[in-house]
């Protein structure tokens, strides 16, 4: 399988920190984010892994030239910011048609992609995607899920203010090429995944339970909390 890492985004609200280095690099122990993305990536089997870019681009170019795995690495550069679904539909030629891992690399993650992959595989006939869940301390500040018995989203909750439960999108993906024609062939081309994409297919996608570590990287408070409690 290959791999989609979203690594495009400003880090505005991670400033003072990504003033001059863009998110997707900032230091978590001692080691770039990206490289804790890329090691878990290629050391669980995953093929390739396209990697967009856009603020600060020349830095995140500069990190994969001099990375081990560069010649397994592709650059999607994006002049105007697509949003998450408009990478992956720019991303076509690279899916070819297989499914796909969809990564928001400025998130904090620790879990087995093979199990990710192998519960995809064992999802019900009619989902097309996987989304990975975790419980946040915070529910305000995500999109929390609710589920059926068998594990399928029912209903979506993008940051509101009285959250059902603390069970939420870690914006990691599986998706299947069926999605990606579907999304292709919508009259409004979608830009954003949590607003265009999931709310239209609630009964199709089903659900991973990453109860190992997770947290969005996205705030300075975060950012700090991240450092304190990961270990490689």
Do not use: Q
Request: proline content about 6%; charged content about 20%.
């Amino acid at each position: 399988m290959k791999a989609i890492l979203l690594a495009a985004g400003l880090g505005t609200r991670l400033r003072p920190l990504t003033d001059h280095t863009p998110k997707c690099l900032v230091s978590i122990g001692g080691k770039p984010l990206m490289s804790i993305w890329l090691d878990l990536l290629f050391s669980s089997g995953i093929e390739k892994v396209l990697i967009n870019t856009h603020y600060l681009s020349e830095a995140v170019e500069d990190f994969i030239s001099s990375s081990p795995y560069k010649d397994r690495i592709e650059i999607l550069h994006e002049p105007i910011l697509l949003g998450t679904a408009g990478t992956l539909l720019a991303a076509k030629y690279f899916i070819n048609n297989e499914p796909i891992l969809l990564i928001h690399a400025d998130n904090l993650s620790r879990f087995s992609p093979i199990e990710f992959i192998r519960s995809h595989e064992l999802r019900p006939p009619s989902c097309n995607m996987t989304m990975m869940l975790f419980k946040t301390d915070d529910p305000k500040s995500c999109g929390i899920v609710e589920i059926d018995r068998f594990g399928v989203v029912n209903k979506f909750h993008e940051k509101i203010s009285a959250p059902p439960s603390n069970l939420a999108n870690a914006a990691i993906y599986i998706i299947e090429p069926d999605l990606v024609k579907l999304m292709a062939s919508m009259k409004t081309r979608p830009t954003d995944f949590s607003n265009d994409v999931i709310p239209n297919n609630l009964g199709k996608i089903f659900t991973f339970l990453n109860s190992d570590y997770h947290r969005d990287i996205g705030t300075l408070e975060s950012f700090y909390l991240a450092n304190k409690e990961y270990v490689d």
